[in-house]
DNA sequence: ATTTGCATTATGTATGACATAATACGATGC
DNA sequence: GCATCGTATTATGTCATACATAATGCAAAT
């Protein structure tokens, strides 16, 4: 008899714990009834009556929501509905010794392509006070030919106020999770060092190209920066 | 008398619960031992010991690691380590209605950002196979001019096959799970609707342009072809 | 040697008790 | 009246204990 016979027959066996019951429970009370931020949910007893499960359970599935950022419990009033911070999720579980490579192969290639991509958003609405500060923060660039190895706190300044421009808060966010990522995997020899030592575009001339206000411009201006981080990447 | 100047002679109070200090001496513990994925970590029981807390306060914090991604518990065999599933993570939480205006904003942003910024990737990444499937997906695409509406399920099938050419597995979990927002957002009536209906680099274009390789082309092509959801955006 | 059954073990669930802190509300003082 | 303080209440946070369940390994049986 074959096994794959079976398969329709015999189906696969729920071996979900009830406190993933509970869980799907409660997220489809929130779609169903369109819950939203500042919403508030009964109280743990009532759940554990109205589900039929002890407290202990309801507990648990309580606390995944909350590690998810679902939902915020304060001691007295129960636990309400909150929007979660996208990015301050991710925060805590990026730790880099514990990714595997391949993720943070991908993690450092995100970055490069963010910002690239976000080069739109950075020249439509960079104020001329932002223009301002980058201009402050680039006015020390020594020549690209004599910085033999990047100042560090440099480079996050410098790309933290693009981040910053775009306004996107999410992505500011993103950003701060990357970035020590990016440190790690940038540090740690897992990429070939670049072969030649060309100077690219610098900071000093990606705000000149800002100062344009042409996304197009600025973005290969971007891209040619970023050329020595790509081209570990790209065989 | 000022408050202000109580604030570095009463210093905050700890308020952080057990679960919260049990929590930041297992992420310690993961750090300083350099655990990585596959190692195993203490019993609940003895964890509970070690620490001096009740097994209840033990189990709350496994909870939320598990919820994070950072560790595995099978019955028997205790709990291991496990590189978290960083676009995985995030799959649950995103639920559109619940998620607040300007977070979603963000993602329909972040969607935009990204396909313009993974160029390089696509273009250097594609087989030929690849190439041939787009050109399979884009072979019915009518004229542009024709299509009042787009067809959602060709735009996914179109733009999921881009992200699946970068071999950036966290890049298309990240399409994953901004696709349903993008939607949600394209919608919803959030945005105001594109004024002009002029036709922009069709996907069958973006094919052609893939077909040369150039990097730089494909990127000017792709941001074209986004150019509508772009002036959403961009006053 | 392969399978079957059983004991073991660590997580999963239930229950009852108490600690703790936020809230509401009434009491007190001016 | 109004502000402040105290206090009862209430829902979450923590503890202890007991038992259920399922995966593992080993022994027994064929």
Redesign the pocket.
């Known amino acids: 008899m074959k096994i794959e016979d079976l398969q329709d027959i015999l189906p696969a066996i729920d ?1 979900s ?5 509970v869980e799907l429970n409660l997220l489809n009370l929130f779609a169903k009834k369109e819950l939203k931020p500042g919403d508030s ?8 009556e109205i589900m ?9 599935t ?2 995944r929501l ?1 590690t998810m950022g679902l939902i915020e ?7 309400v509905i909150k929007s979660p911070d996208v990015a301050g999720l991710l925060q805590k579980s990026m730790i880099p010794h514990i990714l595997d490579e391949s993720t943070l192969k991908d993690v450092f290639e995100l970055r490069l392509i963010i910002e690239v991509g976000m080069a739109d958003f950075v020249v439509h609405r960079a104020t001329e006070n932002d223009i301002e500060e980058l201009s402050e923060i680039v006015k020390n660039e020594e020549n690209p030919d004599a910085r033999v190895l990047f100042d560090i706190d440099y480079e996050i300044r410098f790309h933290g106020k693009l981040y910053e421009i775009t306004g996107n808060e999410t992505l500011k966010g993103f950003q701060k999770l990357l970035l020590p990522i990016y440190n790690y995997v940038y540090t740690s020899g897992m990429l070939k060092m670049p072969t030649t030592r060309k100077h690219f575009t610098s900071h000093k001339q990606l705000v000149e190209i800002l100062k344009k206000r042409d996304a197009d411009e600025f973005r290969a201006g971007m891209r040619n920066h970023l050329e020595n981080h790509f081209s570990r990447i790209l065989k």
């Open positions: 071996n714990s009830l406190v993933d019951k949910i009964p109280k743990e007893v009532e759940l554990a039929g499960v002890s407290r202990t359970v309801i507990r648990e309580l606390t909350k419990t304060k001691k007295k009033k129960g636990a």
